[in-house]
């Protein structure tokens, strides 16, 4: 399936209810207008891809909400040529967006069939972040340190080796709650031990697993 008038049409209208609901940096809304999400998603649910909504992409995951995906990228102030580490492949798709952007891209997902289909399917659209399959709580330690850090998945408490696989001046951004609610906190690493804590409302992800729930 490839790209169409009619799907570049409905993206510029999802760009516009973006900008409506507050996102504001230019570059994420270019992003988000210059990736078929239609291509992200089960076939059943294609004609909806440009709808604000959460969807299903197989194997019991999710690709974020449009809203979501921009919020978070906007929280982060991604710039050319940022080294992102990004927790939950899932789709792929926010990686797209942060490729669009110019940065320099690592995501983990924890699901190999996901992590597989995935890392065959982005190259095919011209996106080629660095792939891992592993655990996100782990990060990835032999490729730190990391301008930004983006968690994808929402998480019981913030991993401390996320925490020390930021730069100093780097961000992490990271749903932290329960399985009902998370809030969306950004934390900057001012000094090697001096962290800045800010919050952003509430948010709903699929859970960030402990590697002993793995199935
Ligand atoms: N960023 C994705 C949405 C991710 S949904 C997108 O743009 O589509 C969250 C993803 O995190 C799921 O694919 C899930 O399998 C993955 N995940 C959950 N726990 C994980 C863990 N401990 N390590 C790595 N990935 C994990």
Not at 156 to 163: D, I, M, Q, T, Y
Not at 168 to 187: A, H, K, Y
């Amino acid at each position: 399936m490839a790209d169409s008038y009619k799907y570049k049409g409905l993206r510029q209208k999802l760009v516009d209810h973006l900008r409506e609901k507050g996102i504001q940096q230019e570059a994420v809304l270019s992003a988000i207008n210059a990736i078929p999400r239609h291509l992200f998603i089960d076939n059943a649910f294609e004609k909806f891809a440009y709808l604000d909504k959460p969807f299903p992409i197989g194997s019991g995951q999710t690709i974020s909400q449009p809203y979501t995906v921009a919020f978070q990228t906007q929280l982060l102030n991604i710039k050319r040529g940022d080294k992102v580490l990004e927790i939950g492949t899932g789709s792929g798709y926010q990686a797209c967006v942060l490729l669009e952007m110019g940065a320099k891209v690592f995501t983990i997902e924890r699901h190999k069939p996901l992590y597989l289909e995935v890392r065959n399917f982005l190259p095919t659209l011209g996106y080629s972040p660095k792939f891992f399959h592993g655990d996100g709580y782990e990060g990835l330690p032999s490729f730190a340190p990391f301008d930004k850090i983006l968690v994808t998945a929402g998480a019981p408490f913030v991993p401390e080796a996320l925490k020390e696989q930021l730069k100093i001046g780097g961000q992490l951004v990271i749903p932290v709650g329960d399985s009902i609610n998370q809030v969306m906190t950004s934390i900057i690493r001012l000094e090697a031990s001096k962290f800045s804590v800010t919050e952003h409302g509430d948010f709903m992800f699929v859970p960030l697993l402990d590697k002993r729930s793995w199935d």
